[in-house]
C-alpha cells in the first residue's frame, strides 16, 4: 500500500540553527510530492512541491527540499530557522497518471524553535 | 491567489444534530476533499469529488455524507452528530489536469465539537 512516513513526531531547534525534516514514500512509481505548513489553528500552506527535473527544490519562506530516489525520500531543509517557522509540517505524495487526483500524507512533524 | 473558504471557524453541536459544513472555493477547481485533523492520526480523507454531483469514499467515510450541486460548493454533512466526530475538518480543492496527483489548496479548517 501507498505510504508516507515522517519519522519525527516533533523536533526542537534553537533559532537560528539549521533543519531538516524527513519524509520517506512508499510508491509503486516515483510519486509526486509535497510539503505542506500548518500555523496553529490554521489550514495547510504549501511549501514547495516536485513533479520532475530537479532534484532540488526552492519553496517559499527560505525552505528547500531534496529529492532522493534512491532512499525513497523528499527532505525538507532550512539553513538558518527564525521563530515563526514553528509549526506543523507535513510531507504529502499523489499517484502520477490519469485519474489520480488524491495525496497521501504524512502524519506530521511539529517544529518548535527555542529562542 | 487561491481561496479556499470554510462557513464557520468554530461550530459546537449536540449529539443527534445534523450537521453541514460548507467549503467555498474561487479557482473553478474540478476536484474538492474534506479531511478530518486528529492529533497523532495526520489528515485522513473523508470524501471527494472530481466533478460536480460525483463523490467518492475516502477512508473514513462512517457517519458523513456529501453534496456537491455546483463546482464552486462542497458540502460535509454529518447526519446524526457523535461526539466521536468532535475534530478538525479541513477541506482542499485541486485543479483536475492530466499526468496525476495535483496540488491542493486548503481552507482555514472548521473546529467542530460535539458535546
Known amino acids: 500500500a501507498q505510504s508516507v512516513t515522517q519519522p519525527d513526531i516533533h523536533i526542537t531547534v534553537s533559532e537560528g540553527a539549521s533543519l531538516e525534516l524527513r519524509c520517506n514514500y512508499s510508491?509503486?512509481?516515483?510519486?509526486?510530492l509535497f510539503w505542506y505548513v500548518q500555523s496553529p489553528g490554521q489550514g495547510l500552506q504549501l511549501l514547495l512541491k516536485?513533479?520532475?527535473?530537479?532534484?532540488l527544490v526552492q519553496g517559499i519562506k527560505g525552505f528547500e527540499a531534496e529529492f532522493k530516489r534512491s532512499q525513497s525520500s523528499f527532505n525538507l531543509r532550512k539553513p538558518s530557522v527564525h521563530w515563526s517557522d514553528a509549526a506543523e509540517y507535513f510531507c504529502?505524495?499523489?499517484?502520477?497518471?490519469?485519474?489520480?487526483?488524491?495525496?497521501?500524507f504524512g502524519k506530521g512533524t511539529k517544529l518548535s524553535v527555542i529562542p | 491567489d487561491v481561496k479556499v473558504t470554510q462557513s464557520s471557524r468554530y461550530l459546537v453541536k449536540r449529539t443527534g444534530e445534523k450537521v453541514f459544513l460548507e467549503c467555498v472555493q474561487d479557482?473553478?477547481?474540478?476536484?474538492m476533499f474534506w479531511y478530518r485533523q486528529d492529533p497523532g492520526l495526520g489528515l485522513r480523507l473523508i470524501y471527494f469529488?472530481?466533478?460536480?454531483?460525483?463523490?467518492e469514499k475516502g477512508d473514513i467515510p462512517e457517519g458523513y455524507s456529501v453534496s456537491r450541486e455546483k463546482k464552486e460548493r462542497f458540502s460535509l454533512i454529518l447526519e446524526s452528530a457523535s461526539t466521536n466526530q468532535t475534530s478538525m475538518y479541513l477541506c482542499?480543492?485541486?485543479?483536475?489536469?492530466?499526468?496525476?496527483?495535483?496540488?491542493?489548496?486548503f481552507g482555514p479548517g472548521t473546529r467542530l465539537t460535539v458535546l
Open positions: 482542499a480543492s485541486s485543479p483536475h489536469v492530466a499526468g496525476g496527483s495535483n496540488t491542493q489548496y
Open positions: 469529488s472530481y466533478d460536480v454531483k460525483m463523490k
Open positions: 516536485y513533479f520532475s527535473g530537479d532534484t
Open positions: 504529502a505524495a499523489g499517484e502520477t497518471g490519469a485519474g489520480s487526483y488524491q495525496l497521501t
Open positions: 510508491y509503486g512509481a516515483t510519486p509526486y
Open positions: 479557482m473553478d477547481h474540478e476536484n
